[in-house]
């Protein structure tokens, strides 16, 4: 079945460190990959998306690139701020499907 | 614009007692609605989703039970709450039909059962 895999969190970085969350997918066809954002107590946001492969999506600093061949869609940013810390959520949606699949989510702690 | 509301923001309930939660959607017409709950430090797991008024499909069997008796509303529902039923849910919609565009989150229920 369709499945994303997450990088075990926490992940804490010094504030203007490089940022890198990794996320590999598994789907039969072509998914779309999203990056969702949740702040501590509120919902989830859109952050970023990608719907083919090649495709690099970016928002607020972050980039992550559909990697067909690698089946991955890693997230990077490279100066965190103390107010990216939240969690990250990598997502696939598939055209055939209703249905939005999750990874496990990464924590991410950036220390002033 | 397109807006969703999701109500109450926080609930503690006992052990055996009704839940109701409710999500509605503003600006759009017949939107993808889901129900989703994330667990204390874990991830996002779906409850269930629909893409039409009376149309529900359950993804994990469980206490609880949804229904969407208005084509923007979706509800929650449980008739007797577990401890394990705690969490975090979050009604979320999305553009049909089908989800390869993003979908749009509420601000979630916190639930505690005590």
């Known amino acids: 079945g369709n499945s994303v895999t997450q990088m075990e969190g926490p992940v804490t970085l010094s504030e203007e460190a490089f940022l890198t969350i990794n996320c590999t997918y598994t789907?039969?066809?072509?998914?779309?990959l999203f990056w969702y954002v949740q702040y501590p107590g509120e919902g989830l946001q859109l952050l970023l998306k990608a719907t083919k492969a090649d495709d690099k999506g970016s928002n607020k600093g972050f980039e992550a690139t559909y990697r067909k061949e690698t089946t991955s869609f890693h997230l990077e940013k490279g100066s965190v701020q103390v107010s990216d810390s939240a969690v990250y959520f990598c997502a696939l949606g598939m055209d055939s499907s209703y249905k939005l699949i999750f990874g496990s989510g990464t924590r991410l702690l950036v220390r002033p | 614009s397109q807006t969703i509301h999701q109500w109450p923001a926080t609930l503690v309930q006992p052990v055996g007692s009704p839940l109701s939660l409710e999500c509605t959607v503003e600006g759009t017409s017949n939107p993808n609605l889901y129900w989703y709950r994330q667990a204390a430090g874990r991830g996002l797991q779906l409850l269930f989703y629909s893409i039409g008024i009376g149309q529900i499909s359950s993804e994990v069997p469980q206490n609880l039970s949804a229904s969407r008796p208005q084509d923007r509303q979706f509800i929650l529902s449980s008739k007797k709450l577990l401890l394990s039923d705690s969490g975090f849910y979050l009604c979320?919609?999305?553009?049909?039909?089908?989800?390869?565009?993003?979908?749009?989150f509420g601000q979630g229920t916190r639930l505690t059962v005590v």
């Open positions: 979320a919609w999305s553009v049909p039909p089908r989800l390869n565009t993003e979908a749009f």
């Open positions: 789907a039969t066809g072509y998914p779309s």
